[in-house]
């Protein structure tokens, strides 16, 4: 029954290491998106399942660039990490579509709303 989601696995890693990105992070990702899919107890079997998979996008894409930013070149610690964006990744594609969401419904709101974030983050507080 799960043979297919390793050939999947297999077939996407192939890909992800002839394009210089690593089968590993793949695979962390995809454990940390099926720990959060275990954990939050919620939705089918299939939307278990696309987590893991949205888990292991999230940790492709953003692992290099996270390692990199924090200056981290331990290839155990990268794993950790690769696992942790797969763990947050599906909450980060929730909060960027209830973003798109909120957009699609008054765009104006979501220029202010940005316009306020940005202002709290450059002025200080006193």
Known sequence: MTDWIWA???AVGVWLTTHGWSSQ??????????ARAVISKSGTLT????G????????VYLTPLIAWFLGIPDPSIVN???????LLGLHI???ALALAKGWAR???????DMRELLLRILTKKE
């Open 47 to 50: 939307e278990r399942i696309v």
């Open 93 to 95: 594609g929730e909060l």
């Open 80 to 86: 950790a990490i690769a696992f942790s964006v797969g």
């Open 106 to 112: 008054n765009p104006g709101k979501f220029k202010e």
């Open 8 to 10: 999947v696995l297999v």
């Open 52 to 59: 893991g998979f949205t888990g292991s996008l999230f940790a």
């Open 25 to 34: 992070h793949l695979l962390a990702g995809f454990a940390g998106g099926i």
